[in-house]
C-alpha cells in the first residue's frame, strides 16, 4: 500500500483552523449576549445558531451554495470586489464551516459565561472596572474552560465536515478536496486501501488532538485578572 496523499489533510488543518479563529470572533460576543440578553428575541436567536445541529449537512450545503452563487447579492458583491466566486473556493468553505460549527461554538461559550453569573461582574462594577475591562478580565478567564471547550469542538467538527464542504466547495485538488472529501473519492474508486489509511490518520489525528487538548483544560487553573 503506497503513502496516501497528505494534502487534503493539511487543507482540512487550515480549514479548520482558520474556521476556529472566526468562530472566536463571532462566537464570543453572541454567547455573551444569550448568557446575559433578557430580549424577547433571545429564543429565536438561539434556534438559529442551533439550527445546524439538527439539519443535514446536505440542506445546509444547498442553501449556502445558492446564498454563495454569484447571481445571488452576496455571491455578486464578492466576485465584483475579489474578482473571484465564494463557491468552489477556500474562503466559500470558511465561511460555509463557520455558519455549520457556529453552535458547536456558541453553546459550550454560553454555558460557561452563565455559569460564571453576575456576582463577579458586579463586584467588577464597584471597583470601577469598565464593563469591556471586567469582561475581558473576569468574565472571559472564568469561562476559559467555556472557550476552550468551544474551541476544540469547533475545530474537530470542520476537520470532519463534509457533506456542506463537498456542497459548497467542491472536490479541488489544492483548493477545496479536504479529507473527508478524498475519503469519499478513494471508495468511489474502490480503493478501500488508500480509503483506509486516510481514515486512520483522521482517526488517529483527531484522537490525539481531543486527547491533548482536554488534558491541557483540566490541568490548567482559571486565572482572574
Known sequence: MSWPDLAPLWLSVQLATVTTALLLLIGTPLAWWLATSKARMKPFIEAITALPLVLPPTVLGFYFLILFSPNSTLGGLWRDATGSTLTFSFTGLVLASALYSLPFMVQPLQSAFEAVGRGPMEAAATLRAGKLDAFFNVALPMARRGVLTGAVLSFAHTIGEFGVVLMVGGNIPGQTRVIS??????????????????????????FVTL???????RRAPVRVG
Open 181 to 206: 472529501v478524498a475519503i469519499y473519492e478513494q471508495v468511489e474508486v474502490l480503493d478501500y486501501s488508500q480509503a483506509h489509511a486516510l481514515s486512520a490518520i483522521l482517526l488517529v489525528f483527531s
Open 211 to 217: 486527547l491533548l487538548v482536554y488534558t491541557l483544560n
